[in-house]
C-alpha cells in the first residue's frame, strides 16, 4: 500500500482528518475500497502494538532464560528472581489480555441492549416521486445496507443536502459495522436543524461511540439527549448513562 495512503489513513484514525478529506485524497489517487484498506491500517497498528508489548516483557526478563543455546545453573536466591520476574510477566498479560476481554465483551453487551434499528420509509416513500431514493429506502428497510450504502452514496453526489439520505446512508454505515465513516455522515444531519432525523441521528451517534468502546465520548453525548426531556430517546439516554457509570 502506498506510504502516503497509509499515513493520511493514520491521520484520519488518529482523528486529525475528516472521513470526507481522506475520501477525497483516495480518489485524486485512484485509490478503491477505502474501507478495506482503513481496517488494514487499523489491523496493522493493533499488531504492531502487542509486537510492543511482547518486546517491552522481553526487556523485563533476564536475558539468560531467553538464550536457549545456553544450560545456567542459578543460586536459589536468583532462581527466587527469575521467578518473580515471570510471575509478573504472566500476571501483566493475563491483566491485559483479561482486561481487553472485558472491555469488548461490555461494548458488545452494551451496543446490542441499546442497539436502534431503524425500519425506513417504506410507506412514506412509495408516495414519493423520487423513485431513486425509494429504490435505495427499499433495500435498507431489507437489511441489505451493503446495496442500500451504495445508492445512497450516489444519491449523496447527485443531490444537494439531503438529511433523509444523510441519515440513513449513516445507518447503513453503523449497522454494516463502519462506525468512522457512519460517523462523519450522522454529524450532517445535526446541521439540519429542522431535520425530523436529528434525534435518531443523535442516538445513533451515541452508539457509535458506544460501539467504539469510547466511554468519555459517549457520556457526553448522553448527556446533550439528557439536557432535552422531550427527547425521543430521553429514557434510553437515562438506562445508557447509569451502566456507563457503573
Not at 8 to 15: D, G, Y
Not at 51 to 77: W, Y
Not at 110 to 115: G, N, P, T, V
Amino acid at each position: 500500500m502506498n506510504a502516503i495512503l497509509i499515513e493520511n489513513i493514520e491521520a484520519f484514525l488518529e482523528e486529525k482528518m475528516s472521513f470526507k478529506d481522506l475520501q477525497e485524497i483516495a480518489k485524486n489517487m485512484g485509490v478503491t475500497e477505502l474501507e478495506e484498506k482503513i481496517n488494514w491500517v487499523r489491523n496493522s497498528s493493533t499488531a504492531i502494538e502487542a509486537t510492543g508489548l511482547r518486546n517491552q516483557l522481553k526487556e523485563i526478563l533476564p536475558s539468560t532464560i531467553t538464550e536457549e543455546a545456553k544450560v545456567v545453573d542459578f543460586e536459589p536466591e536468583q532462581k527466587s528472581k527469575i521467578g518473580k520476574w515471570l510471575w509478573a510477566a504472566a500476571s501483566v498479560l493475563i491483566l491485559v489480555t483479561a482486561y481487553w476481554g472485558i472491555n469488548r465483551n461490555q461494548e458488545t453487551n452494551l451496543y446490542a441492549k441499546y442497539e436502534y434499528i431503524d425500519p425506513g420509509l417504506p410507506v412514506l416513500m412509495s408516495q414519493s416521486d423520487n423513485h431513486l431514493l425509494y429504490d435505495a429506502l427499499t433495500y435498507y428497510s431489507e437489511e441489505n445496507y451493503v446495496v442500500a450504502e451504495s445508492k445512497l452514496l450516489k444519491l449523496q453526489a447527485d443531490a444537494t443536502s439531503n438529511d433523509t439520505i444523510s441519515y440513513f446512508l449513516g445507518a447503513s454505515l453503523l449497522y454494516q459495522g463502519k462506525t468512522n465513516a457512519a460517523k462523519e455522515v450522522l454529524k450532517q444531519v445535526q446541521e439540519f436543524s429542522n431535520s425530523s432525523f436529528k434525534q435518531k441521528a443523535e442516538w445513533l451517534l451515541v452508539l457509535v461511540s458506544v460501539k467504539e468502546n469510547n466511554v468519555e465520548k459517549a457520556k457526553i453525548s448522553v448527556g446533550k439527549i439528557l439536557d432535552s426531556p422531550t427527547h425521543e430517546f430521553f429514557e434510553e439516554a437515562q438506562s445508557l448513562q447509569q451502566d456507563l457509570n457503573q
